[in-house]
């Protein structure tokens, strides 16, 4: 079963990375960027088949790793 | 005193640190490899280098605090053993959940290398009884991902309790309240970003960090 985490900061965060994304899409002609927030997407191959039991497995990786619970959030996708 | 020095893949500090340690103390620290699930016996105090542990990979720190030897780290705090996290030391902290908050991508984005001035904060702790409180340091930094970041109210309580050790005399890389360095309730785990161990004789550029490390050779005799 594969599975896609999405891993976003906290609304709130100042994220000088995505601010400098936006600039440079302005840079580009790109109009009307109001902001730009830059997060990460981790694919996982699980050996797991039920789809709760692999929701359930990855969101404890998540709150034990993928995810910093001070600063960022996570949704998790079953992608099969 | 007894001293073990953390070394991850990519610590680039770790002999830096043990230089300062030996220098001061007298006594060589057990370099400890990050798989390694216990740290020597008898040991006082506990450091976490500074480097680029595992590559950054994921956020920095967050790997290296998940291994054995931090778990080990993690006990021996909850034990009341000192603990001092430098730099991607203070990453590892912070991800390890030994001191609060985090530390993200400095708000100018540049990697900053540089000596900064520091303001004292706190001078009851192991660490910072041998500075005046309120006096200005000089210490490099050298660090990408310096800015320090919390709750509000992790901040409030922070300072409340008197638990912000060091502070940024100006603005050096957006850390929220110029915060440069935190302790642990306890006050005896330190995290701070920039590099006493670097500071230790006059023809490196300055003698700034002996005093730290002199207080901890003394709180462990």
């Known amino acids: 079963m594969k599975a896609r985490v999405h891993v976003s900061l906290k609304p709130g965060v100042l994220d000088p990375q995505g601010a400098a994304v936006a600039h440079a899409l302005g840079t580009l002609g790109f109009e009307g960027v109001k902001g730009v927030r830059q997060g990460k997407v981790l694919d996982l191959d699980l050996d797991e088949t039920d789809p709760e039991a692999a929701r359930a497995q990855v969101d404890a990786m998540c709150r034990q790793l993928l995810a910093n619970t001070v600063v960022e959030t996570w949704r998790v996708e079953i992608l099969n | ?221």
């Not at chain 2, 956020?59 to 991607?88: E, Q």
């Not at chain 2, 900053?112 to 200005?136: D, N």
Request: net charge negative.
């Open chain 2, 1 to 221: 005193m007894k001293s073990a020095v953390l070394v991850f893949p990519g610590s680039n500090c770790d002999r830096d640190m043990a230089v300062a340690l030996e220098r001061v103390s007298g006594r060589k620290p057990k370099m400890v490899w990050h798989k390694e699930a216990e740290l020597p016996l008898g040991v006082d105090l506990a450091v976490v280098p500074g480097g680029f542990s595992f590559g950054d990979y994921l956020r920095s720190g967050a790997i290296a605090a998940r291994s054995p030897a931090m778990r080990a780290v993690a006990d021996f705090a909850a034990r009341g053993g000192m603990v001092l996290g430098v730099c991607n030391g203070f990453q590892v902290l912070t991800e390890a959940g030994l001191l609060p908050g985090a530390l993200m991508r400095n708000a100018g984005l540049d990697f900053l290398c540089k000596p900064v001035e520091l303001i004292v904060e706190e001078t009851q702790s192991p660490f910072g009884r041998g500075y005046e409180a309120g006096a200005r340091i000089r210490l490099p930094i050298a660090h990408h991902d310096g800015r320090y970041v919390a709750e509000a109210e992790t901040l409030d309580r922070l300072e409340g309790e008197s638990r912000v050790a060091f502070r940024y005399a100006e603005e050096v890389n957006g850390s929220e309240r110029r915060i440069a360095g935190i302790l642990s309730e306890n006050r005896r785990v330190l995290g701070m970003m920039p590099h006493p161990e670097r500071a230790i004789e006059a023809i490196l550029g300055g003698v700034d960090g002996l005093p730290m490390f002199e207080t901890l050779t003394q709180e462990a005799a």
